[in-house]
């Protein structure tokens, strides 16, 4: 079975810091793992996603993530946040290749302060 | 492209009421998806729909039941609406082995 852990429900960096959302799976198959973004009262954005390739993934607005088999781990990274970049993350696990099912872990609020 | 739409935007309804709520997938998209998401919480996954029948179901009740068009929109009922239910619905369509684009969703509130 699939599962989603994302440590830290609330983060708070300073404008120009580095950001680092942490997201572990657990999967009974080879995972296919994504991390989306929720600004509020709007649907889920897709920042990014691994799907076996390249173990190092980069998505829109700066932000990338390393997939660690060995630590079943997909932390989310960006090196100097913006203001805009406030929000909530979910990290998402897919059931399969054809990304049917997805399980998502309860999120992360990031804060930007000024 | 208007990306996946869902209507209506928000909703108040009373316990023992029925709902539908409704979403048009991305052009060029043929599956429909429907999470729930709490307040605070992660969306949960209710089911899927696919030349128009249910593929994939989570571990909702039967009052949640689902249907999908030939034009592949698709529409998301809740029988008995008790006061859990108040959420963010969302809708997410696919292509096939394509990444799920998300609605904004529907805010449904069980008063």
């Known amino acids: 079975a699939q599962s989603v852990t994302q440590l830290g429900s609330h983060v708070s960096v300073s404008e120009g810091a580095l950001v680092l959302l942490r997201c572990n799976y657990s999967s009974s198959v080879p995972p296919y793992l994504f991390w989306y973004v929720q600004y509020p009262n709007q649907g889920l954005q897709l920042l990014l996603k691994y799907t076996s390739a390249a173990t190092l993934v980069k998505g829109i607005n700066g932000f990338e993530a390393e997939f660690k088999k060995s630590e079943t781990s997909f932390h989310l990274t960006k090196p100097s946040a913006h203001m805009s970049d406030a929000a909530e993350y979910f990290c998402?696990?897919?059931?399969?290749?054809?990304?049917?099912?997805?399980?998502f872990g309860s999120g992360t609020k990031l804060n930007v302060k000024p | 492209d208007a990306g996946v739409t869902q209507s209506p935007t928000h909703l108040i309804k009373t316990r023992g009421q029925q709902v539908t709520l409704r979403c048009s997938p991305k052009s060029g998209h043929d599956t429909v998806s429907w999470y729930q998401q709490a307040l605070g919480q992660g969306p949960q996954f209710i089911f899927q729909y696919y030349e128009e029948e249910e593929r994939q179901r989570g571990n909702f009740p039967d009052r949640f039941s689902g249907h999908q068009f030939p034009n592949y929109s698709s529409e998301l009922n809740v029988n008995a609406l008790l006061l859990g239910d108040s959420a963010l619905y969302l809708c997410a369509s696919s292509s096939s082995s394509g990444s799920p684009y998300f609605g904004p969703g529907t805010r449904l509130t069980v008063t």
């Open positions: 998402a696990v897919s059931e399969g290749d054809n990304f049917n099912k997805f399980y």
